[in-house]
């Protein structure tokens, strides 16, 4: 079955520091979203991207954050300057589109952050 | 803003049915969904139901939603030790493409 994919599964990063997470969306799919879940506490919306652009954020979505999709496969959350709030479980998700049958978001495994 | 709620915990016999519950606050919603979370791994999406839907089974798995109540639940029948898990339900609503996750139910399936 398709599946969407993460890497790192895991980063330690310092305060301070940019941090790229990666991801491949499943291959057909049109919609692409990150999401972040701090530990303990609700999975949290950040941003959805479609058509090359972003199509909403939260406000969670500041301007250290940034999205990027650079080829027809990767999709990119950058973190310009962390923060140890910015510690989390990141999760990318994909759907192919609107309809009733394409409206099914699947999720990555889901890359771990640390900020120290 | 929408607000999503489940209860934290729910602890069941294996082989017993388990019935976790979700609640929320906006009626626009329009697909309602059900993930999966297992220690230290990512979400899996286990079903979905559309709004126009009262109920939908899919092997094991059975999804009611009362509209009405503004209700949703999800019924493992036969329920085994890898079941334990953390449940998500998770809504979209016509006005947004986000979803909104409720807390997070705790299943723990023992012997």
């Known amino acids: 079955e398709p599946e969407v994919t993460q890497t790192p599964s895991h980063q330690v990063t310092q305060m301070g520091q940019e941090v790229i997470l990666r991801c491949v969306p499943i291959?057909?799919?049109?919609?692409f979203y990150w999401y972040r879940q701090i530990l303990g506490q609700k999975v949290e919306f950040l941003v959805s991207f479609y058509n090359n652009e972003i199509s909403e954020k939260s406000e969670i979505f500041d301007d250290q954050f940034s999205v990027e999709r650079p080829d027809g496969s990767n999709f990119t959350l950058k973190i310009r300057s962390t923060k140890l709030e910015d510690s989390a479980m990141y999760f990318c998700?994909?759907?192919?589109?609107?309809?009733?049958?394409?409206?099914?978001?699947?999720f990555g495994e889901g890359s771990w952050l640390t900020v120290v | 803003g929408e607000d999503v709620e489940q209860s934290l915990f729910l602890s069941v016999r294996e082989g017993d049915s388990s019935v976790i519950n979700c609640t929320y606050t906006?009626?626009?919603?329009?697909?309602l969904y059900w993930y999966k979370q297992e220690p230290g791994a990512g979400l899996q999406l286990l079903t979905y139901?559309?709004?126009?839907?009262d109920m939908k089974q899919d092997q094991r798995l059975t999804v009611l939603l009362n509209k009405k109540d503004k209700h949703l639940s999800l019924r493992i029948a036969d329920t085994q030790t890898g079941d334990s898990a953390i449940y998500f339900c998770a809504l979209a609503t016509y006005n947004t493409d986000k979803l909104i996750f409720g807390t997070g139910t705790r299943l723990q399936v023992f012997p």
């Open positions: 998700a994909s759907k192919f589109g609107q309809s009733a049958s394409g409206n099914t978001i699947y």
């Open positions: 906006d009626s626009s919603s329009t697909y």
């Open positions: 291959s057909n799919h049109l919609y």
């Open positions: 139901i559309f709004s126009n839907m």
